[in-house]
């Protein structure tokens, strides 16, 4: 019997379950995993309350390493004992489990000098690093850029690999023991958000320029700082909504700041094209494996705490990457 966590209502944390259920053996082309970490993202918490609808009851998670145990008719790449990660969409729900089945085209061989745990830390986080770094804009050596929530998963991340492009990085963060840590890893200034207005003091570190490009986690709460902190013809990239969904707003306010643009991406749409998601997993997994990017994982929780771990996140208490250790 695997444990897997599921919901069978949308609302807060209390809603998550641990329940017994008998995975079975895999059909054509999908394999037996056994976890060994699973991932814990601020995406979770969208599909728990409801803001990512889907069919109820649901498991929930879609970031996880582990190791093949069972390989099912036509899978001709993974065999027993293989170490894989991945991550996904709804396609992947079901990760907070110690057990799954699992398609296997997309999993991802793990190097031999990456930890399952290191694994589940990253494949969501690290990737979406990888495709808002080397995909959304053609940045140069010496461009700044705002990076919101930056002591956090993804943030810690862009953060090291803003500085590896010879980016220059200011990130913001709600506490001055998370400056600390973002400045660790990598941002030239920090901005606490909770007491400072950010675009004056984006402002004042840019000499009144502004910045090339804001990735903004945030949303609802950074939406208008955002676009007030960005230099002529800049990008805001909304890339989560970590305090609330954005309201809706007329897009001729992209004018009044200085032909601003905007997107809304998301990752599946940068690893949708195989050539494309090897091409973005090479740099990740090499740069980790190299040591020139860290993985922080800084909380780890048994499966049995996932309600805690949940508060955790929402509460701002974590830095770095969650996981599940199972
Ligand atoms: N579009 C994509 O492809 C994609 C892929 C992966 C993740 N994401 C998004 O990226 C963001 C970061 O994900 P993550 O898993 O690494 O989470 P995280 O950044 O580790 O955690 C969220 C952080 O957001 C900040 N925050 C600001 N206002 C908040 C509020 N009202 N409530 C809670 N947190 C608030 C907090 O940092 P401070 O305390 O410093 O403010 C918090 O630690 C999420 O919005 C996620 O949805 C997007």
């Not at 582990?66 to 036509?74: K, L, M, P």
């Not at 094209?273 to 990740?284: G, H, I, M, Q, W």
Request: one cysteine or more; charged letters at 20%.
């Amino acid at each position: 019997m695997a444990k897997v966590v599921r919901f069978h209502e949308t609302g807060g944390p209390e809603v998550l379950r641990l329940e017994n259920v008998e995975v079975g053996d895999p059909g054509p082309g999908e394999v037996r995993l056994r976890h060994v970490a699973v991932g814990l993202n601020f995406a979770d918490t969208y599909f728990r309350s409801g803001l990512y609808p889907v069919p109820l009851p649901s498991g929930i998670g879609n970031e996880a390493a582990g190791v093949v145990e069972a390989v099912g008719a036509g899978v001709s790449d993974l065999v027993v004992g293989d170490r894989v990660s991945y991550t996904g969409f709804t396609n992947t729900l079901g990760a907070y489990s110690t057990q799954r089945l699992i398609a296997a085209a997309p999993l991802i061989k793990l190097p031999q000098a990456v930890s399952c745990e290191t694994a589940a830390a990253m494949t969501m986080r690290g990737l979406t690093a990888a495709y808002l770094c080397c995909k959304i804009y053609p940045f140069q050596r010496g461009d700044t850029v705002l990076l919101h929530a930056a002591a956090g998963g993804v943030g810690l991340i862009v953060s090291q690999w803003a500085k590896l492009l010879g980016l220059q990085v200011i990130g913001t963060v709600s506490s001055e023991a998370k400056a600390e840590v973002a400045r660790i890893h990598g941002c030239d200034h920090t901005i606490n958000y909770s007491h400072e207005d950010v675009a004056q003091r984006v402002r004042e570190i840019t000499n009144g320029v502004g910045v090339s490009v804001v990735f903004d986690s945030v949303g609802k709460d950074t939406f208008m700082s955002s676009l007030d902190s960005l230099k002529r013809r800049g990008l805001l990239v909304c890339v989560g909504t970590s305090s609330g969904k954005i309201p809706p707003f007329d897009p001729a306010i992209l004018a009044r700041k200085g032909s601003a643009y905007i997107t809304r991406p998301g990752l599946a749409d940068y690893i949708a094209d195989p050539t494309e998601k090897a091409e973005l997993v090479e740099a990740l997994f090499g740069h980790v494996a190299a040591g020139r990017i860290r993985i922080e994982v800084n909380q780890r929780y048994a499966l049995e705490d996932v309600v805690q771990a949940h508060r955790d996140l929402e509460g701002r208490r974590t830095t770095g990457s969650s996981i599940f250790a199972i």
